[in-house]
């Protein structure tokens, strides 16, 4: 009450807003008078600015932490290892790979990075350039730096933590020394990851002469507020769905819109919506029947205590297995074609696409009891969406167009965890966990009068509203052209209306399309561009940014015309034409947002 009444009486002066000050009372609530001064010098220190790398005399940050994240879960991990570094009175330098001057690491003395692998085993777009620098022939001589890998995987790809293995091996064959050995993180990283910032830490501590230890103005923006994320979702509510393909369309397309606090959450064109979705009591009801099992039984989450129905429906993976707990229910159920199946990498890939749990509990019977069946799953992961809106248009609204996932597998009909709860079960009005997960590697360009080719398929089309609704709350000017493909013009071109408003009002100088199953050839967005390649390389040639949303596949497609394109159109060789897609990726102007 006596902070609330301190800060009440600061209310007329003070340049926060409502939300904030609030934030601010609840934060010193019940601090008693020490802990309220050192919380004084704390929060002054928030507001003072961190030297830049080198600036101040022989100032050199102690350790940097670099980052190179696509749906923000290697940000996550970073931010909790410089916020418990910062807890021990060091300054850490916390950057995001696109935003870090590749030469710089000849400055370092102590980097720690957590990357994930993207594509079929590449980095992430923001550290292309960094990987490019290491293996290139000017290649620096990393002897004084010692360094620390962290990756995030997903071990049911081929190419498991693939980004983070090769900078190991680049930053060693530098001649850098590892300061502990890579941790190569699987999806349910959690754990390995807290146990790993306090093996960094307590390294990194023994590295430093104690005296070092001390309070440093700590960066502004990071542990300041509260930070909404995959741990720590903000609870939105659903104002609105609808299909925007029609009902005969083979793809089941909805447009969703969600309500945010503008104070709480701001997002940028470009970036995604992370949705904790729930699954579907309809399948926990069949895994219950199936297991004989009560959904009443309490059963034991990490630290938490919920009831078995609880877990299965909000906590845990049901429809995207991991070929581990395959391997597991092998085991389990003595199955010899399943243990078998299991020992063959490639077959075990191919089996648990589409696998969900039910369908291994039908086919595979095992004896199990609630907590068994917790044991077993791997805790559910958000699934990103990328954002239909611009919050310049819809200030407290979030837009996505979400595509059902349905599919026959194992012998049933099956819907996707997330497309399904977002699509079929999540009634307007209800309320669901969301986070925004960054994406600076798929900007807009700083200038408005850049000219910008957006190339999308299917839901790839998303985050072009986005950046049209951007363009025309600025004003900008710079011309757009549009290149999409879906199956039928009539039924799933997706938001026509706005692009054909865009159109008129000039935002978009051209549009063309390509849906394959109208003609009697099946055409792609990829044959298109190439039919189309005088103006897409004239259009380049002027400084245009080139941007791909959709499949890996598509994208893979595309980059092939363009090489060919830059070929016919360039003169150039092989070679050269590759070379040239690489300094369009090094300009940020081919920027790319697959899935
Ligand atoms: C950056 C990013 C942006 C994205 N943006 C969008 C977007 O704007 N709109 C959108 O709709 N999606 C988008 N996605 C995809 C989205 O995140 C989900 O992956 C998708 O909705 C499926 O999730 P789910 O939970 O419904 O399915 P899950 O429960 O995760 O099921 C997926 C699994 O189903 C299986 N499967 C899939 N298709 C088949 C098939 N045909 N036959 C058999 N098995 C199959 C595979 O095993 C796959 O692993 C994006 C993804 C990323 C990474
Ligand atoms: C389109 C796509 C491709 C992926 N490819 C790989 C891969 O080749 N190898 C791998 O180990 N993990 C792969 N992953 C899994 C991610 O690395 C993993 O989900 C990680 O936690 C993501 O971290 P981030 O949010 O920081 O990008 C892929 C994920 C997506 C969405």
Not at 439 to 448: C, D, E, H, I, M
Request: aromatic share 8%.
């Amino acid at each position: 009450m006596e902070n609330r009444a301190m800060t009440q009486s600061i209310l007329p002066t003070h340049p926060l807003d409502g939300l904030q000050l609030t934030r601010l009372q609840q934060a010193v609530e019940g601090l008693n008078s020490e802990q309220l001064t050192w919380a004084s010098g704390y929060l002054a220190g928030l507001g003072a600015v961190q030297p830049a790398i080198g600036e101040a005399a022989n100032e050199a940050p102690l350790l940097t932490i670099l980052y190179a994240t696509h749906g923000g879960n290697a940000r996550g991990v970073a931010e909790a290892l410089a916020d418990g570094a910062r807890a021990r009175g060091l300054a850490p330098r916390l950057v995001a790979a696109e935003g870090y001057r590749a030469r710089d690491l000849t400055k370092e003395r102590l980097l720690v990075v957590v990357i994930s692998t993207q594509g079929e085993g590449e980095p992430p777009e923001g550290a292309f350039e960094l990987f490019r620098y290491l293996k290139g022939n000017k290649a620096p001589q990393l002897d004084g730096l010692k360094y620390a890998v962290f990756g995030l995987g997903d071990s049911s790809y081929e190419h498991f933590c693939q980004a983070a293995k090769e900078l190991d091996a680049l930053l060693q064959g530098c001649g850098a020394q590892a300061l502990l050995q890579r941790i190569d993180a699987d999806v349910d990283f959690q754990r390995q990851s807290t146990a790993w910032q306090g093996e960094v830490l307590r390294a990194v501590g023994q590295l430093q002469p104690s005296d070092q230890a001390r309070i440093i103005p700590l960066q502004r923006g990071t542990t300041a507020g509260i930070r909404y994320d995959r741990n720590h979702p903000f609870q939105s509510e659903l104002l609105e769905r609808r299909r925007i393909t029609t009902t005969d369309a083979l793809s089941e397309v909805h447009h969703l819109a969600l309500e945010i606090d503008p104070q709480a959450i701001s997002y940028r064109p470009g970036d995604a919506l992370g949705v904790l979705f729930r699954n579907d009591p309809a399948v926990v009801e069949e895994i219950l029947s199936h297991t004989r099992l009560s959904g009443d039984t309490r059963v034991k989450l990490g630290d938490d205590e919920l009831t078995l129905t609880q877990a299965l429906i909000e906590r845990l993976e049901l429809t995207q297995l991991h070929p581990r707990l395959v391997k597991a229910w092998a085991a389990l159920s003595g199955d010899r074609e399943l243990s078998a199946l299991s020992e063959d990498g490639e077959g075990l890939r191919r089996f648990v696409q589409g696998l969900q749990l039910i369908d291994l509990l039908q086919a595979y019977p095992v004896e199990l009891d609630g907590q068994g069946v917790v044991n077993l799953l791997h805790p559910r992961q958000p699934r990103l969406y990328s954002i239909a809106s611009s919050q310049a248009a819809y200030e407290d609204e979030v837009h996505l167009a979400v595509s059902t996932l349905r599919y026959r597998g194992h012998g049933r009909e099956h819907l996707g965890g997330a497309s399904g709860y977002l699509t079929r079960r999540l009634v307007a009005g209800e309320r669901l966990g969301v986070y925004v997960a960054e994406n600076n590697g798929f900007r807009l360009p700083q200038s408005g009068d850049t000219p910008i080719i957006m190339v999308g398929a299917g839901t790839g089309i998303a985050p072009y509203r986005a950046f049209l609704q951007a363009r025309e709350a600025a004003g900008a000017g710079g011309d757009g052209w549009l290149i999409y493909g879906n199956r039928h013009f009539h039924r799933d071109f997706l938001y026509q209306a706005d692009w054909l408003n865009y159109r008129k009002a000039g935002l978009l100088k051209r549009i063309s399309l390509a849906f394959s199953r109208d003609g009697k050839e099946r055409t792609y967005v990829q044959a298109r561009l190439y039919e189309e390649r005088a103006e897409l390389y004239r259009w380049l040639r002027q400084g245009a940014h080139l941007y791909i949303c959709g499949g890996v596949a598509m994208e893979q497609g595309v980059r092939q015309a363009l090489q060919a394109i830059a070929q016919d159109q360039g003169g150039l060789d092989e070679a050269a034409a590759i070379e040239y897609i690489e300094s369009l990726r090094e300009q940020g102007r081919y920027q790319r947002d697959v899935y």
